[in-house]
């Protein structure tokens, strides 16, 4: 299973766009990347899963390089409501039970 | 629209006393999740139930047991509650084992 890397905490300010980027140097060929936000008090909640290259949704982005060792999930112009901890996780897309691993995550902290 | 419902939210248990832990989901999802969560950690993967009638251990089984009652339920049971166990649980569900998870709100457990 792939291990991933994260900053353990990052400070932003109200309107900024924040990235967040993970390093995961062993990710294999059928492994897909996955980022979760979690609230104190609350379960994580999904935010956006990606292959390669770039996805976009309504919340955010996940940019993917071609050697895929590493990605950054890009939130635009971020409001105190983001303050949260993120997520990165690597997993396969095989059936093979969902062996997913957290991480520490990263901590973010939106400031007024 | 419930989602994952995860009873009971709050519990106290002395050492050595035992416990069920309850996980419903309403979305007609296959694979389903127990994780714990240490103050300032990640989660960790407790046990998995890929499908209906299957079970297996994740990172950290040790202490525990788990149920897939039927498809909606995945309980999980601490048969000797010991202080080390004392932490808050989640319980989560995806349409597969590759899918983005649905995470309950937890149950914080305190074992004296």
């Known amino acids: 299973l792939a291990k991933t890397t994260q900053p353990i905490s990052m400070d932003s300010y109200e309107g900024q766009e924040v990235n967040i980027t993970c390093s995961h140097n062993n990710i294999a060929t059928n492994d897909y990347i996955t980022w979760y936000q979690q609230f104190p008090s609350q379960g994580p909640r999904f935010i956006i899963q990606g292959y390669k290259t770039k996805v976009t949704n309504e919340v955010a982005s996940l940019f993917i390089p071609a050697d895929r060792k590493s990605s950054t999930l890009s939130l635009p112009r971020v409001s105190l409501s983001d303050t949260a901890v993120y997520y990165c996780?690597?997993?396969?897309?095989?059936?093979?039970?969902?062996?997913?691993?957290f991480g520490q995550g990263t901590e973010l902290s939106v400031k007024p | 629209n419930a989602g994952v419902t995860q009873t009971p939210k709050f519990q106290v248990l002395k050492t050595g006393q035992s416990m069920t832990l309850q996980c419903a989901q309403d979305m007609n999802h296959n694979s389903m999740y127990w994780y714990r969560q240490d103050p300032g950690m990640g989660l960790r993967l407790i046990y998995y139930?890929?499908?209906?009638?299957?079970?297996d251990k994740g990172e950290v089984p040790n202490g525990y047991n788990v149920s897939r009652l039927n498809k909606r339920e995945f309980s999980l049971r601490l048969e000797s509650a010991a202080p080390s166990q004392t932490s808050v649980y989640f319980c989560?569900?995806?349409?597969?084992?590759?899918?983005?998870?649905?995470f309950g709100d937890g149950t914080r457990l305190s074992i004296l």
């Open positions: 996780l690597v997993g396969d897309t095989d059936n093979q039970g969902g062996k997913l691993i």
């Open positions: 139930s890929a499908s209906e009638g299957t079970t």
């Open positions: 989560a569900s995806s349409e597969r084992s590759n899918q983005p998870q649905h």
